[in-house]
């Protein structure tokens, strides 16, 4: 099955704790985002990487880092987790424009 | 940075009847995409339509490039249609708008 897949579905923890998700694409695509999904419903970028390469970096916390061993993964760790961490956070790939999503691992901190 | 405004943010609709979701940018870009939310929070890609008109079924986007807008048209909607729709657009990376919360009654 070609898609993009995401672990765990789901995530609670404390806060000061470390947290990692997962990403992985079968679609061979070169390029892969993390996207936040905050209370409010919107969704924004946080970081892209085109074959292991950080190529945008938006305004997020030095908290957050994204993780890459190859194009086909792209992990996302949390050090340290705050309350306003909560939220669902999506993974896509793409080769072109059209990007394809996970099914988002939605993390609560209690 | 790319800013993008959809609308309406909710609609209420009768089984059968049609909607219309707009979706406008602030600037240029190259990709644009049409998603259904699930529930549980996955999307699910209607479109992907930088430009003209696509059509898959019962649902039809619009992108008209010049003017920074796309919509999309679901006809004779049904109970399964509601949900949250989702626009986005740009060039190196996807802006979403807010979403439109769409319930569809009997």
């Known amino acids: 099955e070609t898609a993009v897949f995401q672990t765990p579905n789901y995530h609670v923890t404390q806060v000061g704790n470390e947290v990692s998700f997962n990403c992985k694409q079968t679609?061979?695509?070169?390029?892969m985002y993390w996207y936040k999904q905050d209370s409010k419903k919107l969704l924004k970028i946080m970081f892209s990487y085109n074959n292991k390469q950080l190529i945008v970096n938006e305004t997020v916390p030095r908290r957050f880092s994204p993780q890459s061993s190859d194009k086909a993964h792209l992990n996302l760790r949390i050090k340290s987790v705050e309350p306003e961490d909560s939220a669902v956070y999506l993974c896509?790939?793409?080769?072109?424009?059209?990007?394809?999503f996970g099914p988002g691992t939605r993390l609560t901190v209690l | 940075g790319q800013q993008v405004q959809q609308s309406p943010a909710s609609l209420v609709l009768q089984e059968g009847e049609n909607a219309e979701l707009q979706c406008n940018f602030s600037?240029?870009?190259?990709?644009m995409q049409w998603f259904y939310q699930r529930p549980e929070g996955s999307l699910v890609s209607l479109f992907y339509n930088p430009s003209g008109t696509k059509q898959s079924g019962r649902l039809t986007s619009t992108t008209v490039i010049k003017e920074r807008r796309s919509s999309l048209h679901i006809s004779s909607s049904q109970i399964t249609d509601s949900g949250t729709y989702l626009c986005a657009g740009g060039n190196n990376k996807l802006t979403f708008g807010q979403g439109t919360v769409l319930s569809v009654i009997p």
């Open positions: 679609l061979g695509h070169d390029t």
């Open positions: 896509a790939s793409s080769s072109a424009w059209e990007q394809y």
């Open positions: 600037t240029s870009l190259n990709s």
